[in-house]
Protein backbone atom coordinates (compact mmCIF):
# COMPACT_ATOMS: atom_id res chain seq x y z
CA UNK A 1 0.00 0.00 0.00
CA UNK A 2 1.30 3.35 -0.70
CA UNK A 3 1.48 6.16 1.80
CA UNK A 4 -1.00 8.71 1.35
CA UNK A 5 0.06 12.07 0.42
CA UNK A 6 -1.31 15.41 1.22
CA UNK A 7 -1.53 18.39 -0.80
CA UNK A 8 -3.01 21.90 -0.59
CA UNK A 9 -4.04 23.81 -3.86
CA UNK A 10 -4.80 27.68 -3.48
CA UNK A 11 -7.30 28.75 -5.90
CA UNK A 12 -8.35 25.58 -6.59
CA UNK A 13 -12.13 26.40 -7.08
CA UNK A 14 -11.63 28.11 -10.40
CA UNK A 15 -9.81 28.07 -13.72
CA UNK A 16 -6.41 26.41 -13.63
CA UNK A 17 -6.85 25.71 -9.86
CA UNK A 18 -9.83 23.95 -10.50
CA UNK A 19 -8.71 21.33 -12.93
CA UNK A 20 -5.14 20.68 -10.65
CA UNK A 21 -7.57 19.52 -8.20
CA UNK A 22 -9.21 16.94 -10.49
CA UNK A 23 -6.04 16.11 -11.79
CA UNK A 24 -4.76 15.33 -8.51
CA UNK A 25 -7.75 13.54 -7.27
CA UNK A 26 -7.83 11.16 -9.77
CA UNK A 27 -4.65 10.16 -8.00
CA UNK A 28 -5.49 7.66 -5.00
CA UNK A 29 -3.12 8.19 -3.07
CA UNK A 30 -3.34 12.15 -2.85
CA UNK A 31 -5.68 13.97 -0.39
CA UNK A 32 -6.61 17.77 -1.34
CA UNK A 33 -7.47 20.89 0.58
CA UNK A 34 -8.70 22.92 -1.89
CA UNK A 35 -8.51 26.38 -0.99
CA UNK A 36 -10.36 29.75 -2.23
CA UNK A 37 -11.57 33.15 -1.17
CA UNK A 38 -14.71 34.44 -3.12
CA UNK A 39 -15.96 31.20 -4.53
CA UNK A 40 -16.95 29.38 -2.10
CA UNK A 41 -19.97 28.10 -3.85
CA UNK A 42 -17.68 26.55 -6.87
CA UNK A 43 -16.02 24.84 -3.67
CA UNK A 44 -18.76 23.04 -1.95
CA UNK A 45 -20.33 22.32 -5.53
CA UNK A 46 -16.45 20.33 -6.27
CA UNK A 47 -16.40 18.92 -2.66
CA UNK A 48 -19.64 17.47 -3.43
CA UNK A 49 -18.16 16.00 -6.86
CA UNK A 50 -14.89 14.83 -4.83
CA UNK A 51 -16.18 13.56 -1.29
CA UNK A 52 -13.80 12.60 1.08
CA UNK A 53 -11.05 13.05 -1.44
CA UNK A 54 -10.78 16.91 -0.38
CA UNK A 55 -11.85 19.29 2.19
CA UNK A 56 -12.20 22.77 1.67
CA UNK A 57 -10.93 26.34 3.06
CA UNK A 58 -11.38 29.73 3.20
CA UNK A 59 -8.23 32.14 3.30
CA UNK A 60 -6.99 34.92 1.62
CA UNK A 61 -3.46 34.12 0.67
CA UNK A 62 -2.36 37.66 0.62
CA UNK A 63 -3.19 37.72 4.39
CA UNK A 64 -0.16 35.93 6.55
CA UNK A 65 -2.76 35.16 9.45
CA UNK A 66 -5.27 33.46 7.04
CA UNK A 67 -2.56 31.24 5.36
CA UNK A 68 -1.30 30.48 8.80
CA UNK A 69 -4.87 29.16 9.56
CA UNK A 70 -5.47 27.09 5.87
CA UNK A 71 -2.28 25.57 7.29
CA UNK A 72 -3.16 24.61 10.75
CA UNK A 73 -6.22 23.21 9.45
CA UNK A 74 -4.52 21.47 7.36
CA UNK A 75 -2.18 19.71 9.69
CA UNK A 76 -5.34 19.28 12.54
CA UNK A 77 -7.04 17.29 9.71
CA UNK A 78 -4.19 15.00 8.02
CA UNK A 79 -1.27 15.63 10.07
CA UNK A 80 1.33 16.80 7.47
CA UNK A 81 1.62 18.34 4.21
CA UNK A 82 3.36 17.08 1.16
CA UNK A 83 2.37 19.19 -1.80
CA UNK A 84 1.34 22.52 -2.25
CA UNK A 85 0.80 24.34 -4.76
CA UNK A 86 0.61 27.94 -5.59
CA UNK A 87 -1.70 28.46 -7.65
CA UNK A 88 -4.01 31.55 -6.61
CA UNK A 89 -3.20 34.94 -8.43
CA UNK A 90 -4.79 37.79 -10.22
CA UNK A 91 -3.65 39.72 -13.39
CA UNK A 92 -4.25 43.45 -14.09
CA UNK A 93 -3.77 45.68 -17.60
CA UNK A 94 -2.39 48.97 -17.18
CA UNK A 95 -0.17 51.24 -18.48
CA UNK A 96 2.66 51.57 -16.80
CA UNK A 97 2.11 55.12 -16.09
CA UNK A 98 -1.14 54.64 -15.01
CA UNK A 99 -0.04 51.70 -12.07
CA UNK A 100 -0.62 53.27 -8.81
CA UNK A 101 1.05 52.33 -5.38
CA UNK A 102 -2.32 50.25 -4.53
CA UNK A 103 -2.18 48.60 -7.56
CA UNK A 104 1.42 47.92 -7.72
CA UNK A 105 1.24 46.57 -3.84
CA UNK A 106 -2.11 44.79 -4.47
CA UNK A 107 -0.37 43.31 -7.34
CA UNK A 108 2.74 41.71 -5.58
CA UNK A 109 0.73 40.93 -2.43
CA UNK A 110 -1.71 38.56 -4.09
CA UNK A 111 0.83 36.81 -6.60
CA UNK A 112 4.54 36.72 -4.91
CA UNK A 113 4.16 37.83 -1.17
CA UNK A 114 1.13 35.27 -0.72
CA UNK A 115 3.67 32.30 -2.07
CA UNK A 116 6.23 33.59 0.54
CA UNK A 117 4.06 33.31 2.95
CA UNK A 118 2.25 29.86 2.24
CA UNK A 119 5.85 28.12 2.27
CA UNK A 120 7.49 29.49 4.97
CA UNK A 121 3.98 28.53 6.87
CA UNK A 122 4.37 24.85 5.24
CA UNK A 123 8.34 24.88 5.56
CA UNK A 124 8.50 23.34 9.03
CA UNK A 125 6.10 20.30 8.54
CA UNK A 126 8.09 19.45 5.39
CA UNK A 127 11.79 20.01 6.53
CA UNK A 128 10.21 17.74 9.58
CA UNK A 129 9.94 15.03 7.22
CA UNK A 130 12.41 15.59 4.56
CA UNK A 131 9.99 15.47 2.05
CA UNK A 132 8.27 18.30 0.08
CA UNK A 133 6.90 19.24 -2.87
CA UNK A 134 6.25 22.83 -4.22
CA UNK A 135 4.71 24.00 -7.33
CA UNK A 136 4.50 27.55 -8.07
CA UNK A 137 2.14 29.10 -11.15
CA UNK A 138 4.02 31.78 -12.37
CA UNK A 139 3.57 32.56 -16.08
CA UNK A 140 4.96 33.49 -19.52
CA UNK A 141 4.75 36.76 -18.76
CA UNK A 142 7.26 36.66 -15.99
CA UNK A 143 9.67 35.12 -18.82
CA UNK A 144 9.67 37.71 -21.48
CA UNK A 145 8.01 40.63 -19.91
CA UNK A 146 4.37 41.79 -20.72
CA UNK A 147 3.83 45.04 -22.06
CA UNK A 148 0.75 46.82 -19.97
CA UNK A 149 1.32 43.74 -17.39
CA UNK A 150 4.64 45.48 -15.77
CA UNK A 151 3.29 44.74 -12.22
CA UNK A 152 1.71 41.19 -13.18
CA UNK A 153 5.19 40.50 -14.96
CA UNK A 154 7.51 41.54 -12.09
CA UNK A 155 5.58 39.38 -9.65
CA UNK A 156 5.47 36.42 -11.54
CA UNK A 157 9.65 36.64 -12.23
CA UNK A 158 9.81 37.41 -8.81
CA UNK A 159 8.41 33.67 -8.01
CA UNK A 160 10.68 32.07 -10.86
CA UNK A 161 13.50 33.85 -8.82
CA UNK A 162 12.05 32.35 -5.55
CA UNK A 163 11.94 28.82 -7.08
CA UNK A 164 15.29 28.77 -8.47
CA UNK A 165 16.69 30.33 -4.92
CA UNK A 166 14.56 28.03 -2.74
CA UNK A 167 14.98 24.77 -4.63
CA UNK A 168 19.16 25.35 -3.68
CA UNK A 169 18.15 25.97 -0.26
CA UNK A 170 15.54 23.13 0.12
CA UNK A 171 17.20 20.44 -2.07
CA UNK A 172 19.45 19.19 1.34
CA UNK A 173 16.02 18.94 2.89
CA UNK A 174 14.68 16.46 -0.30
CA UNK A 175 12.11 19.60 -0.97
CA UNK A 176 11.33 19.90 -4.62
CA UNK A 177 10.56 23.23 -5.65
CA UNK A 178 9.50 23.69 -9.29
CA UNK A 179 7.86 26.30 -11.46
CA UNK A 180 4.82 26.00 -13.61
CA UNK A 181 4.71 29.13 -16.61
CA UNK A 182 1.97 28.71 -18.86
CA UNK A 183 1.26 30.31 -21.59
CA UNK A 184 -2.52 31.39 -22.51
CA UNK A 185 -4.97 29.61 -21.40
CA UNK A 186 -8.49 29.88 -21.46
CA UNK A 187 -9.94 30.60 -18.10
CA UNK A 188 -11.56 33.72 -16.61
CA UNK A 189 -8.32 35.42 -16.32
CA UNK A 190 -8.66 35.82 -20.05
CA UNK A 191 -12.24 36.71 -20.52
CA UNK A 192 -11.73 39.73 -21.89
CA UNK A 193 -9.93 38.66 -25.46
CA UNK A 194 -12.28 39.17 -28.31
CA UNK A 195 -11.88 36.32 -30.88
CA UNK A 196 -10.00 38.47 -33.07
CA UNK A 197 -7.17 38.68 -30.37
CA UNK A 198 -7.46 34.98 -29.42
CA UNK A 199 -7.02 34.12 -33.22
CA UNK A 200 -3.87 36.57 -33.34
CA UNK A 201 -2.25 34.73 -30.32
CA UNK A 202 -2.82 31.44 -31.90
CA UNK A 203 -1.77 32.33 -35.12
CA UNK A 204 1.92 32.92 -33.17
CA UNK A 205 1.87 29.60 -31.27
CA UNK A 206 3.29 26.62 -33.17
CA UNK A 207 0.94 23.93 -32.08
CA UNK A 208 -1.86 26.26 -33.00
CA UNK A 209 -4.33 26.67 -30.13
CA UNK A 210 -4.19 28.52 -27.03
CA UNK A 211 -3.94 26.12 -23.91
CA UNK A 212 -6.48 24.29 -21.16
CA UNK A 213 -6.36 24.18 -18.19
CA UNK A 214 -6.28 20.36 -18.24
CA UNK A 215 -3.15 20.98 -20.01
CA UNK A 216 -1.59 22.77 -16.97
CA UNK A 217 -2.58 20.30 -14.29
CA UNK A 218 -1.25 17.65 -16.44
CA UNK A 219 2.23 19.17 -15.71
CA UNK A 220 1.55 20.03 -12.38
CA UNK A 221 1.02 15.86 -11.68
CA UNK A 222 4.40 15.13 -13.60
CA UNK A 223 6.37 17.27 -11.42
CA UNK A 224 4.59 15.64 -8.36
CA UNK A 225 5.16 12.30 -9.47
CA UNK A 226 8.78 13.02 -10.50
CA UNK A 227 12.06 12.58 -8.31
CA UNK A 228 14.58 14.59 -9.72
CA UNK A 229 13.21 17.70 -11.16
CA UNK A 230 13.79 21.18 -8.86
CA UNK A 231 14.96 24.54 -9.60
CA UNK A 232 13.07 24.52 -13.19
CA UNK A 233 10.47 27.20 -14.67
CA UNK A 234 8.54 24.83 -17.14
CA UNK A 235 6.71 26.42 -19.14
CA UNK A 236 3.81 24.86 -21.01
CA UNK A 237 2.39 27.17 -23.66
CA UNK A 238 2.74 25.61 -27.00
CA UNK A 239 5.58 26.15 -28.08
CA UNK A 240 4.93 30.20 -28.18
CA UNK A 241 7.69 30.66 -26.46
CA UNK A 242 10.94 28.82 -27.73
P1 LIG B 1 -8.71 32.68 -12.60
O1 LIG B 1 -9.64 31.80 -13.36
O2 LIG B 1 -8.95 34.16 -12.59
O3 LIG B 1 -8.59 32.13 -11.11
C1 LIG B 1 -7.83 32.80 -10.16
C2 LIG B 1 -7.83 31.96 -8.90
O4 LIG B 1 -7.01 32.63 -7.93
C3 LIG B 1 -9.21 31.79 -8.31
O5 LIG B 1 -9.35 30.47 -7.88
C4 LIG B 1 -9.18 32.73 -7.11
O6 LIG B 1 -9.94 32.29 -5.99
C5 LIG B 1 -7.71 32.67 -6.71
N1 LIG B 1 -7.31 33.83 -5.92
C6 LIG B 1 -7.10 35.10 -6.34
N2 LIG B 1 -6.76 35.88 -5.30
C7 LIG B 1 -6.77 35.08 -4.19
C8 LIG B 1 -6.50 35.30 -2.82
N3 LIG B 1 -6.15 36.51 -2.36
N4 LIG B 1 -6.59 34.26 -1.96
C9 LIG B 1 -6.93 33.01 -2.43
N5 LIG B 1 -7.20 32.76 -3.71
C10 LIG B 1 -7.12 33.78 -4.59
O7 LIG B 1 -7.24 32.53 -13.18
P2 LIG B 1 -6.43 31.28 -13.74
O8 LIG B 1 -6.20 31.52 -15.16
O9 LIG B 1 -7.04 29.99 -13.30
O10 LIG B 1 -5.05 31.54 -12.99
C11 LIG B 1 -4.47 30.64 -12.06
C12 LIG B 1 -2.98 30.95 -11.96
O11 LIG B 1 -2.37 30.76 -13.25
C13 LIG B 1 -2.68 32.40 -11.59
O12 LIG B 1 -1.58 32.44 -10.73
C14 LIG B 1 -2.34 33.05 -12.92
O13 LIG B 1 -1.52 34.18 -12.77
C15 LIG B 1 -1.63 31.90 -13.60
N6 LIG B 1 -1.58 32.01 -15.06
C16 LIG B 1 -2.70 32.02 -15.81
C17 LIG B 1 -2.60 32.14 -17.19
C18 LIG B 1 -3.79 32.15 -18.09
O14 LIG B 1 -3.61 32.42 -19.31
N7 LIG B 1 -5.00 31.89 -17.60
C19 LIG B 1 -1.33 32.22 -17.79
C20 LIG B 1 -0.21 32.22 -16.99
C21 LIG B 1 -0.34 32.10 -15.62
P3 LIG B 1 -11.46 32.80 -5.64
O15 LIG B 1 -12.23 32.79 -6.94
O16 LIG B 1 -11.92 31.81 -4.65
O17 LIG B 1 -11.31 34.18 -5.05
Same mark, same amino acid.
Given at each position: MKIEKIAIVTGGARGIGKAIVYELAKNENIKIVLNYNHSEENAIEIKKELGNKIEIFKADVSKREEVKKLVNYTLEKFGKIDILINNAGISQEKMFTDIT?????????????????????????????????????????????? *??EVHYSVAKAGIDGLTKS??????? *???????????IIMTDMNKNLSN???? *????????????? *????????????????????VISPNGGWLI
Open positions: DEDWNNMLQVNLTSVFYTIQEVLPNMIHNKLGCIINISSIWGITGA *SCLAKELGP *SNIRVNSVAPGEEIK *SITDEIPLGCVGK *SEDIAKCVLWLIEDNYTTGQ
